[in-house]
């Protein structure tokens, strides 16, 4: 063994350790072993689905020190798979990377792992590590995802820019009468079905819609919709056929359009993640977009990644925003 590989070993397993109350919470087993600069490990972050791992790495760096991570991770954890990520934080550098360079599909370290279930609050999820560079639950939402599941029995919810659907199927999970997702991939919608299912849970295709978001919030206002709760929580940058979207940019239009699909005394759920974006000014583009609407909005909550394995610093602030409002 290396000198060099000891302390970032010993780096991995002090953050997986302070991560103690979760890792005895038997409800939950996805949750962010290492958290970047503030575990001691800038630029690299570690998800754990069970005993398989998904390491991100959000810099280039160099193959010897990509082995060293990877070798590092094994030497702490011993996990059955790992799987690696290369995230760089250019879109240029994305845009000209093949997704095998930027998310391999055969694990780093161990055995191939098609697809796993992972637990968030005793609800199921389907993960697939191998699938790209997101595995099917984005592991920040978890405060999130469990506030909503207690505020939504005998409600209807719009979950926009559904993803795998995970905010529908926890919804559902308590108690929520309906909830409708919709996102531009029928794949990741298949999905949300798949994970709806996992979770004994009836599925009705007409609650999993695929299309442009926008033009889907223009549909459902002209046919005088309205949802107890609307989540809204898309990507920072979009593009589809129709439609560019930028949430730095185009976040008033985006709660312009959803807040006029809010019942009276409903609330909309305003979710950013993306990190150069002020929770100040999150705060006065989400409020921008429901007066648009002409609406009045209360803040009730401000959500955000837990704590404990999202450990923030004043150099690493979390990323994630989440605004609730009720709205008039």
């Known amino acids: 063994m290396s000198p060099a590989r000891v302390p970032l070993a010993q780096s991995f397993r002090a953050a997986r350790e ?14 962010r072993w290492v958290n970047g600069a503030p575990d001691g490990v800038p630029d690299v972050t570690v998800d754990a689905f069970a005993d398989v791992l998904v390491m991100s790495l959000y810099r280039d760096f160099a193959p010897s020190e990509e082995q060293a991570l990877l070798d590092a991770a094994v030497e702490a954890w011993a996990p059955r798979s ?53 595995v099917g639950l984005y592991l920040d939402m978890r ?10 029995k005998g409600l209807t919810v719009l979950n926009l820019f559904s993803y795998t659907c995970a905010f529908g199927v ?34 009705d295709r007409y609650d999993y819609v695929a299309g442009d978001v926008f033009d889907w919030l223009g549909r459902l206002a002209k046919k005088g919709q309205a949802f107890d709760v609307v989540i809204s929580d898309p990507p920072s940058f979009s593009t589809t056929r129709t439609t560019r979207f930028s949430a730095a940019r185009d976040y008033p239009q985006l709660a ?48 955000g990644p837990s704590p404990v394995d ?19």
């Open 143 to 152: 405060e999130t995802r469990a506030w909503l599941m207690g505020q939504v």
């Open 170 to 203: 926890v919804a559902t999970a308590g108690g929520a009468r309906r909830a409708l997702n919709i996102d531009t991939s029928r794949r990741v919608l298949d999905w949300g079905e798949e994970n709806a299912r996992l979770n004994g849970q009836p599925v």
């Open 18 to 31: 302070r991560r103690g109350p979760l890792l005895t919470e038997p409800r939950t087993t996805a949750l």
């Open 82 to 134: 790992l799987y690696l990520k290369r995230r760089p934080r250019e879109a240029r550098v994305l845009a000209n990377t093949s997704r095998e360079a930027l998310a391999p599909e055969v694990p780093a370290r161990g055995a191939p792992v098609e697809a796993l279930e992972a637990l968030e609050n005793g609800v199921r999820f389907l993960i697939r590590p191998a699938q790209g560079l997101s």
């Open 256 to 303: 312009e359009a959803a807040a006029r699909l809010v019942t009276p005394g409903g609330r909309l759920v305003a979710c950013c993640n993306l990190s150069t974006l002020t929770g100040r000014r999150f705060e006065a583009m989400v409020a921008e977009g429901v007066a648009r609407a002409g609406r009045q909005g209360r803040p009730v909550h401000s959500l």
């Open 310 to 328: 999202f450990p923030a610093s004043p150099e690493a602030p979390p990323g994630l925003k989440v605004n609730v409002l009720q709205l008039r």
